[in-house]
């Protein structure tokens, strides 16, 4: 049975469902067509305005843009081409997508995962902790099938700019044409095309080269995934001393997903680095240790070339433009993991969006007014309050110790980085699992930090006292302002906004109460002091009464 959807993050990670957990392998499903989804379009001689213009058809844009249309609203998703593959591959905790409902869209599950630190005798440290990869073809399937059953339209073009005047936005678009909106969301990934930065946007970056590849065989257990493996076995022979002096500076490590005996996908990975590690050396560096493996590539099915800014400054917020996904800054500034937590944040984002679309449809019901925002003032107060949901205080200050976490990852060579993920995998599943799947309240990762310190040798002491102050005074500077009351002013938070409708609830209550007893007493009233037709009155005073006693 599908787990429930969680609208925030919990304390601490998701359990593991009771249970042994199997390995399972399915092949991928092929690619929507126009043949297999037809997406509706949208004609812009006919329809120029929509409440909700969402740029991007990527996971985050379309998971958005279906929610909200399902609530009734008009909802326009821009991309030059919506049915394009995703590119990057996914890779998932299992309990990350069983929380959300998704474990269906998985292609392969293995029961456990492991890291290699070394090629010394305590150097493989095995992670009991299911990891899956997902079926991006499946995956994009169902969230374009729900934006067809809700009535999602779709124009096949570029964003090139967008303006704001008079309560609503113009999205211009590369062809000359324009697309009206009450709210538009940029869900256009890295390339942040209309979202607005206040400071310079200076992040690490996480390079990787991947295929997806048939092969004689290779040494990769079916059961188990290849989380890290930071060896550097392949770089010890002749020729390859400059590779190996480059890697002890600057370290990559494969990840490897075997899929069966003959299909297995491999990956050379920096974690992270300012500026990044080209292709061609990670490409390089995969072939070398492929060719140490032992591992013959008969044919390369698929082929990734992966760059993933880290941490960095977040956009402007609030701003008229909303964001989610890599343009809203969701990706772990620590590990460039991003598909679970973004889509874990898409129904609380949409959500908040149609709760805001409804806020001129109220008013349009009770005054007769426009069912769209009127004025700048309105229309930047809806989007203050998306953004708000999208990045709420508590998640904010979680980011800035993320962000801290990749600044001392930054410096570390590759000694340090073995010693750093040995007292890091030494935690326990409470806050490794929390920190990888940001599942952490800023205190649990204060304690967190402090429990990783006091796990590490006393040379890794030494060098994360001496890389991580810099950093650390960083991390103070940006929690500052997040330890004021106006860092979202005149919006509520998620706690506010449950006391306001828990005290609503309870003052109707109230009412009903009041109401109930002026009935009741009056139809004793009655019931003493009258008879014959007078009685029926007591008996409509009676169904009134239980009826509002079972409200």
């Given at each position: ?7 925030a ?13 199997g390995?399972f ?13 037809e ?9 120029d305005?929509v409440d909700?213009?969402v ?21 326009c998703v821009?991309?030059p ?9 996914y ?15 998985l ?22 902790r299911?990891?899956?990869?997902v ?16 009535g ?5 073009a ?12 113009a999205?211009?678009l ?28 200076d992040p ?16 990769f257990?079916?059961?188990t ?10 770089t010890?022979?002749a ?9 002890e ?5 494969l ?5 069966t ?5 491999l ?16 490409k390089?560096r995969?072939?070398?240790?492929l ?26 917020h ?10 809203a ?9 991003m ?21 001129p449809a109220?008013k ?6 426009p069912?769209?925002p ?26 800035a110790?993320?962000?801290f ?17 040995r ?5 326990s599943?409470?806050?490794?699992h929390?920190f ?5 309240s800023?205190?649990q ?15 890794a002491?030494?060098s994360?006292l ?25 919006t509520?938070s ?42 029926a ?10 009826t509002?006693?079972t409200?």
């Amino acid at each position: 049975m599908a787990a429930a959807q969680k609208d925030a993050f919990p304390s601490g990670p998701y359990p593991i469902p009771p249970g042994p957990v199997g390995h399972f392998y399915r092949e991928t499903e092929k690619w929507p067509t126009a043949e297999t989804v037809e997406l509706q379009p949208h004609d812009l001689n006919k329809v120029d305005y929509v409440d909700l213009v969402v740029a991007g058809a990527g996971p985050a844009g379309v998971a958005v843009a279906s929610r909200v249309a399902a609530a009734g609203f008009s909802v326009c998703v821009v991309d030059p081409e919506p049915l394009a593959h995703w590119p990057n591959n996914y890779g998932v905790w299992l309990d990350e997508f069983q929380a959300m409902g998704l474990e269906d869209c998985l292609h392969v599950i293995w029961p456990k995962a492991k890291v290699w630190l070394n090629s010394e005798a305590d150097g493989e440290k095995f992670l009991n902790r299911p990891f899956g990869r997902v079926d991006r073809p499946k995956m994009k399937r169902i969230l374009l099938e729900r934006c067809v059953a809700s009535g999602v339209t779709f124009l096949n073009a570029k964003v090139a700019g967008v303006s704001h005047g008079g309560g609503s936005s113009a999205v211009k678009l590369a062809d000359g044409r324009e697309i009206r909106g009450s709210l538009v969301l940029d869900a256009t990934g890295h390339a942040r095309r209309l979202v607005q930065y206040d400071k310079k946007f200076d992040p690490g970056f996480q390079g990787a080269y991947g295929i997806v590849a048939e092969v004689e065989s290779h040494p990769f257990p079916l059961d188990t995934m290849l989380f890290m493996d930071w060896r550097d076995d392949h770089t010890h022979v002749a020729g390859l001393e400059a590779m190996r002096a480059a890697n002890e500076k600057l370290p990559t490590f494969l990840y490897a997903m075997p899929f069966t005996k003959n299909l297995v996908f491999l990956e050379e990975t920096s974690l992270v680095s300012r500026p990044a590690v080209d292709f061609p050396e990670l490409k390089d560096r995969l072939q070398a240790r492929l060719q140490h493996l032992g591992i013959k590539v008969t044919n390369v099915l698929e082929e990734e070339y992966c760059l993933i800014p880290m941490g960095g400054v977040l956009p402007k917020h609030p701003q008229r433009v909303l964001a989610l996904g890599g343009t809203a800054g969701m990706v772990h500034p620590s590990t460039g993991f991003m598909i679970s937590r973004m889509m874990g944040a898409a129904p609380t984002v949409a959500d908040t969006i149609v709760d805001q679309l409804s806020r001129p449809a109220d008013k349009a019901t009770d005054s007769g007014a426009p069912l769209r925002p009127t004025s700048e003032e309105e229309a930047e107060s809806m989007a203050a309050a998306v953004w708000a949901a999208t990045w709420p205080l508590e998640r904010v200050r979680q980011r800035a110790f993320f962000t801290f976490g990749m600044d001392v990852l930054l410096s570390l060579n590759l000694a340090q980085i073995r010693e750093f993920f040995r007292a890091f995998f030494s935690l326990s599943d409470f806050h490794w699992h929390g920190f990888l799947s940001t599942r952490l309240s800023l205190p649990q990762l204060i304690v967190f930090g402090l429990t990783l310190f006091w796990k590490s040798s006393n040379q890794a002491r030494m060098s994360l006292l001496q890389l991580g102050i810099p950093g650390l005074v960083v991390m103070l500077s940006g929690l500052a302002p997040t330890l004021s009351a106006g860092y979202y002013p005149d919006t509520m938070s998620l706690k506010e906004r449950k006391d306001a409708v828990d005290a609503a609830a309870r003052s109707a209550a109230a009412a009903a109460r009041a109401a109930a007893d002026v009935a009741s007493d009056a139809a004793a009233y009655v019931s003493a002091n009258s008879s014959g037709a007078d009685m029926a009155v007591v008996e409509v005073m009676e169904k009134a009464l239980s009826t509002s006693n079972t409200k």
